[in-house]
Every structure is written in C-alpha cells, then in structure tokens.
C-alpha cells in the first residue's frame, strides 16, 4: 500500500554494524559515568562526607557577658545595655558598589565617609569576619538598613551588649571606657580569642581588668549555608563563662565630695585642671579620685567620631588623661616631708635643733630666698615645717646631699609607680648625681641640692606619690600600693576574691621620727599657715605646698600650682583632752589620708587647701563652712 | 503485506489516513522512560525550591507546568504525520535561523552573552528548539542524499547545512550547545550511512580546530572553565569553585544519598546552579548511588529505544532524525554529568529531561513526538 498523501521512501540501507558500534558508545559512555560515580560515592564517599560537614558546619565563638563594676557600696557604676550595631562583612561588598553603600551609610548614620571606609578597611585581614562599623546605633536607623539590606550588601545590623556608665564623667578615668579593638589589640592579644569586632578595656580599670571581665568566650557549633550564614546552632561545645566583676575602693559619695569641692574652686578661680584624691592609709584603698577636667567615657563606649576624639585631645585642660597618675608636676613644699624625715633620721637634726632661718642663704653669686624674703628667726623642726621655711630646709638638704634626699624621697615613694591598677602611671623625677650625669653630663650643683629640698628644680612627680607618701606618713611607716578594686565578684555576686592591701616596703624610718613628722604636719595647720583650717570641729594634719613652673611673667613672677597634702586621724573630733590634737596625730589610726592639687592656680591664698577643707566638710558632714572666698583671688601671690 | 496496515477503532488514529498512522504502534518505553526521567526531574525541581515547592512561581509549579505543556506538545507533535516536515524542511530551517538571529539582537543572558528571548514572564533558549529543529532539516537532507550517502558531496552538504546555526549558536557564545550540534551533525551522517573516510577526515578537520578555535574563537572565561577540571584546586573561588563543591556533593551522597531536600550541599547553596547545570549533583548528594544508578538506567534505556525507533525506521528520515536525537541526548548527558563527576569541562549544558528549563523540556518532549510520529507509521517491521 502506499500513502495518500506521502511518497514512499525507498527503505533506508540499514548499517547493523553502525547501530553496533553506537549502542557500545552509549554502553561505554553510561558505563564510564556509572564507575565515576561508584568511584565518588561508594569509594570515596566518607572523604566527601567529611568535606560536606567541613562546608556546612562553623564553629563559631560565644560571647561572654562583660562583669559589672560597683563602687565600694554596691552601686552600679556600668550596665550592659543591648544596642544596634552596624558590621561590614567586606568580601560581601562588591567592589564596584562600596562607594555607593559608603555613601548611604555616611548619611544614614551620620558619620564621615573617612570614617567608614576606615572601618571596612580596618580588617584587611579577615575579611570574611564582621568589623565594626557604628554601635549604639539609633533603633530607627538599624531597621532602616535592615529594610535596605538588598542596596547594602555585606552590610549587617547585630544587637549586641555596650557600655553603658551611668556616672558620666564623675569617675571616667577611674572607669575608663571599652572600646572597638583595634589591629594592634589583636596582635597583642593573639591567644585570647578576640574578635575582628569584638570591644576590649581601652582606659580605666576596664583596661587593667580586661581579662577579668571579659570572661572567657564559649565555642558553638552552628550550620553555615555558601555566603557564611548561620543557618542554625547545632550544639555548644564550650558554654560561655561570663566575665566577673569589680566592686572597686571607690565611694561614689566621696568621690562627689571631692568633684564638688574641686568643681567649686575650679569654677572661681578659673583653673584649667585640678586632683583631689582620698584615701584609707592602713589598707592603701583609694575612695576618691577625680581629675578634672574630665570626659564622659559614654561617648567612647558609643563609638566616638575622628573628629571629636581630635577635640578631646587637643582641649588645654587634657581632659583624657588622668592627672593623678598621669602628671609629671613639681610637688613643692610637701617635699618637706622627704627632707625633714631624711634630716631626722640621718642625725642632722632633732626635735630639740634650733636652726637659724634667714631672708636667704647664699652660694657664691646665688641667692636662695625663703618664702617670706625675711626669715623666721630661730626655729626647730615642728616651727620649721610649719611656717614651711624654705631657708630651714635649705640648710637640712645641704647637710644630706642630693642622693641622700632622693634615697629618703624613695623610701616615701617618690620616682616610683605606685602601682595602681589604672593604665598610664609615670614615674616622675628623682634627680640624683648619676642621673644628671646620664642626662646632662654634669653633677648636681649645691643650690639644685637646696631647691630640691623644697620640691622644686628637677623633682617631678604625680600627685598620686604624694598623696601615697603622706598615708605612709599617716601609718606609721607603711608605704603601701594605692588599691583600685576591693574585691573581684562572681557573676552571682559571690565573691571571688578579695584584694589585700599590698606592703611596697617599711619606710626605713623610726616611729619616733614619723610621730615628730606627724605633729609638725599637725603644727603646719595650728600654726596657721593653711588660716583656719584648724578652726574645724575635726583634727587635720597636712603640707600645703606652692609649686612654681613654667617661664617668669613680665613682673619676673613665676606661675605655680597649689598643693594640700595630709591626713585625718581616725577618731577626728576635737577634745578638751587634746586641744592642739597633737595626740591624735600621734597615733597611726589614720583612715583618710587626702590630696589636693590645683594646677596653676596663682591664687591669694592656698586654693588646694580651700578645695581639701571644703572636702572635709562633706565628706564628715560637718556643720561648719569655714571656705574663705578671698583665698581663691586670683593675685599671684607668692604664699606658701 | 503492506507497509501500512489498517488498524479501524484504535487509539483515536488519525481520522481519514487510517493508513498513515496508528496509535497501537505508539512505543510505550519511549514514552515512559522520558517520562520517567521527567519525574526524576519534577523531584529535583522539588527539592530545589527552598522550602515551599507548592507556592506560586517555585521551581517545582513551574516544573508541573512546563511538564503539562511538554506532554501536551508530544501529543501534538506525536499526532502530526512526521512527513509534512519534510515539505516543510525549508521554512523549519529559515524559521530556526531567524530565531537564532533574534536572539543574538535582543537576548539576554548573564554576563554579556546572549541566550534566552524574555517574551512576557517566560524566558526561552531558542537554541533548545533549534537542536530539534535542526535534527529535522538534518534528517530531511539525508533522506534526500538515499543513494548517494557514501559521496563526498553529502558530508560536505550536511556541513554547510549545519554550519550557520551552529555558528549562530557558537557567537552567543553558547560552546556547549553548538558542540551539541557537531554531535547530532557527527551521529546522524554515521547512522544514516556516510562514508566512513569523509566522517574520520572531518573529525581529523575537528581536532585540527580546536588549536585555532583556542586561540581565536574562546573567550577568556570558557578557556578557564575548560580547563579548570584538569586541576579544580588552582582556582578554588572560581570556575574551579564548581566543581569542587559538586563533587563534595556528589561524593558526600553515599549509597543512599542524604534524602530529598536534605542534602547540605544543594540546601545551603555550596553547590552552585543545583537546579540546572548542576542538578545531577543534587540528586547524586540526596539519592545517591542507587539514585544515580536510577538515572543513568533511565538514559540508558530511553537511548535504547530511540535507536529502536530508528532502526525500525523504513524511512531514512526516521533513521536519519532517530540518530540525530540519540547523538543529542547521548552528548549531553555524557558532557553534563561528566562535568558533575569531575571528568569533564564546565559547559553550561543541560540535562536533558532532569534540568530546570522549559526551552529544553519542551524541546525534547517535541522531538521524542517526532520519534513517536516515526515510530507510529512504520507499521511492523518485517523481522
């Protein structure tokens, strides 16, 4: 039959060999892939399993909760509070869309470009890891680059944990401040574990007990897809252990006390900086430290702009950095201390030594005034220290020589740290013959021996020493390392451990010559010399101090920081019994040893003291105010 | 004995040429093989849609909906008298070359290349057509060259007819597929009977090419993924990327393979492409070897049946054409599931049946109609 429409074709030659040779092809092809596969799964199929969970599976770090820090009676001085924080990701941002998505961002956080391409940039070395662009970042915001993730690749919105100081600037520089790590943290910090985006303790005891509160981050195990994103956890190999905290020596009402007295003398005078520092002398526990000016540590803990920080840094006062520790600064009179004890105890004199004090005392050309520029007539040492006779120690330094001083000066702790768990202590200066040598080339000339006798030439040194020699002097003998933090506290408020006051060494001084010290400090206040300080209902023993520096004005005066070290004993008030409180000082009691020091303060009278007396009053509640306005004027007067 | 019998009240024969067709001759392996493949293909595409195979516009509905028209387009191509594409060889062949055309002008494609025509929400990939398309003007030729297929002048014919599609194809550039075209060229002049020394001497021509088509035709990015198999770990984030990660898939797959929609390579995006140029990967990470075993079965029995239909075939078209798409499907599966098993180059090659597309689902449905139409009018064969 044939087809209506179709011719029918002739039947086609068929090629059986052809078709054989085809269907082997087909058998081989199918083959070869079936053996490949055999080859992957069955033969290597455990190698493959292995690299499948390698792909899929992280581990990935579990942050530690940071501990807390309280004051000495449970208030809080940091929360952890939860905020928005803007991360880059950088090998997810395309190359060709950073300057778009740096653009956006600078305008929707408000920040500089410079800034965020500094942050994108700043862990060149991971960029697979989150790096931290913003934190504290405005709710509305966050989820306004949440909504935009699409136009904002690689870029990611977290909640996490951020400082939050609810003092403000009352204890920044004891607090300090923590802060994004930068790449040098993470060098240093190598085995630590820390994050591209992780904060640490930049200042403060946040910095010297970073290790303590950040605790120890866990390990998780979690189920990554392509682009590195947590799918979900799997399981917590390693649970987070969250950080301790610190209940620090710190007494937020003393340390009010001393930023409102230091605060007051500030403002009228118009003092660019100023310490004022109390401390326990039997245990070495600081309960106040505050210098000012001072910053609030909320604005680093935020994340502080370039620019602003640039402000901080370059404001005269220098704000950032913490004058009581930080200052290299002549202490003046309050140096008496160092010279009378050195004097006392190497036998140049005694309690019952009259020496002569004159209008100066004269080597070759030289001339060496005493402060009044007339002398005090004869005077023993209790008169001597009292009226702060510069002649009188004139002569008791000449007598120890210079290395004699600054080994008594040591013996107080003068040229050395301290200690105290607060990032950037310095030494000071404790001038001797080598180190001139060293630096100079030169000895130490006779009249240098006589300035250094009254705190001034070359000596230099943090309020902090001082304050920590007149406790030593207050404790009859015991220098001790100035305490920060009180206790260490687990994350259920167990205490974990106590800090015990730590013994830097025994002054090599007799009690008898630290009791005579004792009572001529107590005689510089009855005396006077600090006006009416004695008229308060407590017994106060101390050094003023008048410290010049600087260049000579136009009247050939010299500017010059007031000083006010001293010390309360432990049951203060006055008796009929003691009514010079000689008795009171005699003993070694003492549980407050104080400090002020305001920096060129060029006042009538001794600012420190005012700002050290107002002190006393709040903080023993004392019914009395006895803070004479005239004191605070500013004349450049040369008082001591 | 006639070549046509009549076969009155069967399967809804064509009406009034009871004599041309009949559906009790219908290749029902064919039929289910493909259609077994398609299934294989319905699960991937299932597997692969993230979740929530069953909402609108997801792999997997737009798999049922590609196989509906699929079936619907066998049916239709399975009706028609294949021999009314030999009268209409010509226009087929001017039509297929104007829609290569088109979509060099207004295509669209990932990185500069032309591929798919976007005609409202569908994409298509014209050149999926036109290897069916051009398996029938193949076939019509050699069906015309009955006598005279030894001679020089039909493997020359056969070239020059292949030539501007292929090269259509090959500017896109779209390698792969115009390689796809060399293989139905290749298969369909051997089947249909060639002279063996004009098929050796162009594969000679073939081989000689491939130094100059290195130098001059590839473009960088195709010279790197061709290579990258030899050593996928020289460029692990790129080309090499790939098929490292569809090996860990397929490896990672075992003997019963992680179960559907549980394979971490294909669910946590490693494996690139999962639904389409990838897809054997898939099913190997989550039916494993006996998945595996499965398809490659499958493949191999549908290319069995093909050459079936084409040696029972008393037309040389139906030879000519049944060799054609056998050529096809055998390149393609060997070229894309060698890529997922490591042994050959990345080419963005499909395959057939089980890759994600309607372009190459349809146009294979098209062509195994054409095979059925073949198959259906023959009548028994004598032995």
Known sequence: MKGVFFDEPARPARLWPRFVIFALIIALVVATLGLRLFTLQIVSGGYYAGLARENRIRLQPLRAPRGLIFDRSGRQLVNNVATFAVKARPADLPFSQRPAVIERLATLLDMSAVDITEAFDRAAANRFELANVARGVPEEVALIIREEHLELPGIEVVVEPQREYPYGDLVAHVLGFTGAVTPDDLARSGSLGYLNDDTIGKQGVEATFEEILRGEYGVEQVE????????????????????????????????????????????????????????????????????????????????????????????????????????????????????????????????????????????????????????????????GFG????????????????????????????????????????????????????????????????????????????????????????????????????????????????VEPELIHELAVDDDVLRIMRRAARRVVTIRQTYNLVDLPIVVAGKTGTAEFGVRDDKGRLPYHSWFAGFVPKDPWKRDSDPNGVEAVSRTDSELAVLAFAYDSRTTGNAATEIAKYFLQMHYDLDVDLRQDWILERDNFYGQ | MGTMRVQPGRLGSLGSRPATGTWHDFDLQLAFYALGLTVVGLLMAYTSSGGAPLEAGSIFTRGLMWLAIAIVMFTVAASIDYRWLKTLAWPVYLVNLSLLVLTLIVGSGVGGVSRWVTIGPLQFQFSELAKILMAVVLANYLASRQGKMKSLATTVGAFLLMMPALALVLIQPDLGTSLVFGAILFGSLFLSGAGLRWLLIAAAGVVAMVPIAWTYVLVDYQKRRLISFLDPAADPQNSGYQLIQSQIAVGSGGLFGKGLTNGSQTQLDYLPVSATDFVGATLAEELGFVGGVVLLLLFAALLWRILVVGWRSRDPFGLAFAAGIASMLLFQLMVNLGMVLGIMPVTGIPLPFVTHGGASLTSYAVGLGILQSIAMRQGRPAW
Do not use: C
Request: proline residues 7%; aromatic residues 10%.
């Open chain 1, 224 to 383: 990554v897809d392509a682009r590195g994103e947590e799918i979900r956890q799997l399981r917590t190999l390693q649970p987070a252990q969250p950080g301790d905290s610190l209940e620090l020596t710190i007494d937020v009402d003393a340390q009010r006390d001393a930023e409102t007295a230091l605060r007051w003398a500030m403002d009228r005078v118009g003092l660019e900086r100023g310490v004022v520092m109390a401390m326990n002398p039997q245990t070495g526990e600081i309960l106040a430290m505050v210098s000012l000016p001072a910053y609030d540590n909320n604005a680093f803990a935020e994340g502080i702009s370039a620019v602003e920080y640039q402000e901080l840094l370059n404001e005269p006062g220098g704000p950032l950095r913490n004058h009581a520790i930080a200052d290299h600064v002549p202490p003046g009179s309050t140096y008496k201390l160092v010279t009378g004890t050195g004097g006392l105890q190497d036998g140049i004199l005694t309690d019952k030594t009259i020496l002569q004090t004159r209008p100066y005392l004269s080597i070759g050309p030289y001339k060496y005034w005493d402060w009044n520029r007339q002398g005090f007539g004869p005077l023993n040492i209790y008169e």
């Open chain 1, 387 to 498: 009226r702060s006779s510069g002649t009188f120690f004139f002569q008791i330094a000449g007598e120890l020589g210079i290395d004699r001083l600054a080994y008594w000066a040591s013996q107080f702790g003068f040229g050395e740290r301290t200690g105290i768990d607060l990032p950037g202590e310095v030494r000071g200066v404790l001038p001797t013959n080598d180190w001139k040598m060293r630096l100079m080339n030169e000895p130490i000339y006779p009249g240098e021996v006589y300035q250094a006798g009254i705190g001034q030439g070359y000596d230099s040194f943090p309020p902090i020493q001082v304050l920590n020699a007149y406790a030593a002097l207050a404790n009859g003998g015991k220098l001790l390392k100035p305490q920060i933090v009180r206790r260490i506290l687990g994350p259920d408020g167990e205490v974990v451990d106590e």
